[in-house]
């Protein structure tokens, strides 16, 4: 769920220090310009897309809402680029 939790009262989740701010990772693999990105969590920024661009398409380790929810922020990426974007997964991770 990411450090904070909403609605926790815990030491780590009220913490002051940085490092208990922990949020959902996503992987970009950047190579000669081109980039794919592992995962759309639902903390996935949109400005870091903008920052790497084009992006070759992404990939969804695995198909549960931690790594797919933010899924649609691709979107305006594949528009963006005038091309659809790819997915890549297997059937028992999407």
């Known amino acids: 769920m990411g450090v ?18 922990r949020m959902r ?9 081109q980039n794919v990105l592992i995962d759309t969590t639902p903390d996935f920024a949109p400005s870091l897309a903008h920052r790497y661009r084009p992006h070759r398409g992404s ?19 594949s528009i963006g680029q005038k091309q659809p974007m790819p997915v890549y997964g297997n059937f028992s991770s999407v």
Do not use: E, K, Q, W
């Not at 904070?4 to 701010?21: E, F, K, L, Q, Y």
């Not at 990772?25 to 310009?33: A, D, E, F």
């Not at 990939?59 to 979107?75: E, I, K, Q, T, Y």
């Open 4 to 21: 904070p939790t909403i609605g926790c009262h815990c030491a780590v989740c009220t913490s002051t220090d940085p490092r208990d701010n």
């Open 25 to 33: 990772t996503s992987v970009l693999l950047s190579r000669n310009g």
């Open 59 to 77: 990939s969804a380790d695995h198909g549960h809402a931690d790594h797919v929810m933010g899924f649609d922020d691709l979107r305006p990426l």
